[in-house]
T-cell receptor, first 110, second 112 residues
Framework: NAGVTQTPKFQVLKTGQSMTLQCAQD?????MYWYRQDPGMGLRLIYY???????DKGEVPNGYNVSRLNKREFSLRLESAAPSQTSVYFC?????????FGPGTRLTVT | GIQVEQSPPDLILQEGANSTLRCNFS?????LQWFHQNPWGQLINLFY???GTKQNGRLSATTVATERYSLLYISSSQTTDSGVYFC??????????????FGKGTSLLVTP
């Protein structure tokens, strides 16, 4: 099992550009999550999907959209990137009790 | 949402020393997990422990749910224990959804 995979690993965008971060899991989990991690802030939830076909906002959803494409895949889209979105982005999936993270995407917006 | 406070924020140990990391939370919880983020950024599950005590090698964790805190013990620390330790909690039902709230972490450096 690959677990949770994310692409790309690194990305540099200019202000105003758009991009989609991809996430996939092969553990047959219903729930998937997107977090961002900034220095000194811990992990903050952007969006989550409790099951295929549903998505909900987390703590910091502004500037992002998500798509739960199927049970395996959950993508995060930045429509018009801003420097404040420079961060490390983590995708996760979980069982009822335990959560597993992908390796992260380091995004820089200039 | 539930507030999660971790202490200390930073910790430096010599190899072989023991340490205790603390996580306080502001409400009753159904789920509590400890994670380790290694220096390469990877987040790894350590324990699922909403109550009671668990041990895994040199690491153990205790959660006293009635008093709203959890402790992570690291014994005979090694340089590979360096990184950031996160506590995350969740309360089911209500408006909280089905998602973990993370503390800001304890940054641990173990020196040779």
């Amino acid at each position: 099992n690959a677990g949770v995979t994310q692409t790309p690993k690194f990305q540099v965008l200019k202000t105003g550009q758009s991009m989609t971060l991809q996430c996939a899991q092969d553990m047959n989990h219903n729930s998937m999550y997107w977090y961002r991690q900034d220095p000194g802030m811990g992990l903050r939830l952007i969006y989550y999907s409790a099951s295929e076909g549903t998505t909900d906002k987390g703590e910091v959803p502004n500037g992002y959209n998500v798509s739960r494409l199927n049970k395996r895949e959950f993508s995060l889209r930045l429509e018009s990137a801003a420097p404040s979105q420079t961060s490390v982005y983590f995708c996760a999936s979980r069982t009822a009790y335990e959560q597993y993270f992908g390796p992260g995407t380091r995004l820089t917006v200039t | 949402g539930i507030q999660v406070e971790q202490s200390p924020p930073d910790l430096i140990l010599q190899e072989g020393a023991n340490s205790t990391l603390r996580c306080n939370f502001s409400d009753s919880v159904n789920n509590l997990q400890w994670f380790h983020q290694n220096p390469w950024g990877q987040l790894i599950n350590l324990f699922y422990i909403p109550s009671g005590t668990k041990q895994n090698g040199r690491l153990s964790a205790t959660t006293v749910a009635t008093e709203r805190y959890s402790l992570l013990y690291i014994s005979s620390s090694q340089t590979t224990d360096s990184g950031v330790y996160f506590c995350a909690v969740e309360k089911w039902g209500g408006n909280s959804g089905y998602a973990l709230n993370f503390g800001k972490g304890t940054s641990l450096l173990v020196t040779p």
